[in-house]
């Protein structure tokens, strides 16, 4: 039986909880032996819950415990994440996380940290919650020269753009809505500011270009947000044929990086055009392949849990 730990019991955690539970005989099938929840990290209590025992604040119960070798973060943020992931890394244990700040501003360090203890930093959940993008891009699509991405990363801002664009809801209303869905971030300025699409398209960009994307930083990105975005907007870019959708794209010309996070207007021919509510796309083109688009849910707490638990998987079957 492998015994794990989960960081942060909020929407994404308490998914992946969710689904080592309701799935355990299909997961222990798969990887040849069960998953057991062995502690919990948590600030709050959760009275009532089944895994109410399981809950602690004190980091070191997990760090400590040597039964412990896989944990999934799911906390936020990156203090104290940062110290923590570090901390579980250097004794030994595997990390896979959802958080997309922690791997765009140190995931090459933490993937040689793992290297170097023998351990890994796993991360398919960071960047558009169920699609699998992460492992496609740097295995099944490694014998490519990428030469471009360009998607809707973003669950939140999808789901607002839509329901303004097709229902004429208010963008403070919508967004109080997936806010209750679980879509949002903590601070949903993070979405609709652009930043949470800035750091996945930073994450695939170092990903997909090698040693071009090395150094691409997010806080280089030139970053827009949907909060200039009217209802009259919208209606004028449906009276013209468009729809407008919230846009990352990274490209490679003449060896160099450029990335931009940018609210656009998309012909409703688009395939980009159709991906509506919190829904994401990512258009990826390769040398070899050309384009290859992945699709589907970008938020919400099973669609995420799902690439953690898929993350764990990986990690025991090896
Ligand atoms: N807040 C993020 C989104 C969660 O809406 O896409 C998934 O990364």
Not at 286 to 297: A, E, L, R
């Amino acid at each position: 039986m492998v015994q794990v730990a989960i960081m942060g019991f909020g929407t994404v955690g308490s998914g992946a909880y969710d689904i080592l539970i309701e799935n355990a005989e299909g997961i222990s099938q798969n990887c040849g032996q069960p998953i057991n929840v062995k502690r919990i990290l948590d600030l709050r209590q959760f009275p009532g819950h089944p895994a109410e025992a399981l809950v602690t604040a004190n980091f070191e119960d997990i760090l400590n415990d040597s039964e412990i070798t896989i944990v999934a973060e799911a906390m936020g943020g990156t203090s104290p994440v940062y110290e923590f992931t570090k901390a579980l890394l250097m004794a030994g244990k595997s990390v896979v996380t959802s958080n997309k700040e922690m791997v765009a501003t140190y995931g090459t360090e933490l993937i040689e940290l793992a290297k170097k203890h023998g351990c890994k930093y796993l991360f398919e959940a960071s960047v558009c919650a169920a699609i699998p993008i992460i492992h496609p891009l740097t295995q099944c699509l490694a014998a490519n020269t990428i030469t471009e991405i360009k998607g809707i990363l973003n669950g939140t801002t999808n789901y607002i753009l839509t329901n303004m664009q097709k229902n004429g809801e208010s963008f403070d209303a919508v967004l109080k809505s997936a806010q209750a869905k679980g879509y949002a971030e903590r601070d949903p300025a993070s979405d609709v500011e652009g930043h949470d699409t800035c750091r996945k398209i930073a994450i695939l960009a170092w990903l997909a270009f090698g040693e071009h994307g090395k150094n691409v930083s997010w806080t280089d990105i030139p970053t827009t947000g949907i909060t200039q975005i009217t209802l009259a907007d919208l209606q004028k870019a449906d009276e013209d044929g468009c729809v407008i959708k919230l846009i990352g794209h990274a490209k490679l010309e003449n060896n160099k990086v450029t990335c931009k996070v940018e609210p656009m207007r998309i012909p409703k021919d688009s395939p980009l055009a159709n991906i509506d509510g919190v829904y994401n796309a990512v258009l990826v083109t390769g040398n070899f392949t050309g384009d290859v688009m992945f699709y589907g849910q970008g938020a919400g707490k099973l669609a995420t849990g799902s690439s953690i638990v898929g993350d764990i998987m990986r990690i025991v079957r090896k």
